[in-house]
């Protein structure tokens, strides 16, 4: 009982800021997460894939950032906040192995649910690439003060240690 409890507990947080993936300006998006803490997210790669599935699930890809190995495929009842399950078949394929244990899985989770934000993914450094509308690519890049992204020459500096994808 309480392993479940410390599983759906943590979900309900995510009820509150379940991912719209709406349009939101630049500017907007730097003000709201110029100061955030991503720490939570150091090393890891979360985004919405999609919603309104016919058992009313939406899914989301957790994977460890930079690794090798694909994401895992995250299944989590709308209503509910619990997660239905979570499929490795892409993990296996590409890894032979798990590399994550459904616990980290549920806590990254948990972390991003934190941001309105469709994608985010933080590096070991702590550089913060998001995209607040949709889950394929990182347009935004918030740069760590004491790191440089090997893919900087992939973005173009807009204001303060914030970059846009060119």
């Known amino acids: ?18 991912q719209s993936c709406n349009g939101q300006g630049v500017d907007s998006i730097i003000k709201k997460y110029d100061d955030t803490d991503f720490s939570s ?9 999609s919603a309104g599935h016919e058992n009313n699930t939406s899914i989301y890809f ?26 490795n078949d892409l993990v296996l394929k590409s890894c032979s192995k798990d590399y994550m244990s459904r616990e980290k899985i549920t806590q990254v989770l948990v972390g991003y649910a934190q941001y309105d934000l469709c994608l985010v993914q933080v590096d070991n450094e702590g550089n913060v690439y998001i995209n607040p509308d949709r889950p394929d690519r990182a347009t935004l890049l918030r740069k760590s003060k004491s790191s440089t992204p090997k893919d900087l020459a992939l973005f173009e500096h807009y204001k303060g240690n914030w970059y846009v994808k060119k």
């Open 62 to 87: 957790v994977n460890s950032y930079g690794g090798g190995c694909s994401p895992y495929i995250v299944e989590l009842n709308d209503r509910d906040k619990i997660i239905v399950n979570i499929n």
């Open 41 to 49: 997210l150091k090393g890891f790669s979360v985004y919405f894939r």
């Open 1 to 18: 009982m309480k392993k479940i409890i410390r599983v759906i507990l943590p979900l309900l947080v995510l009820a509150i800021s379940q």
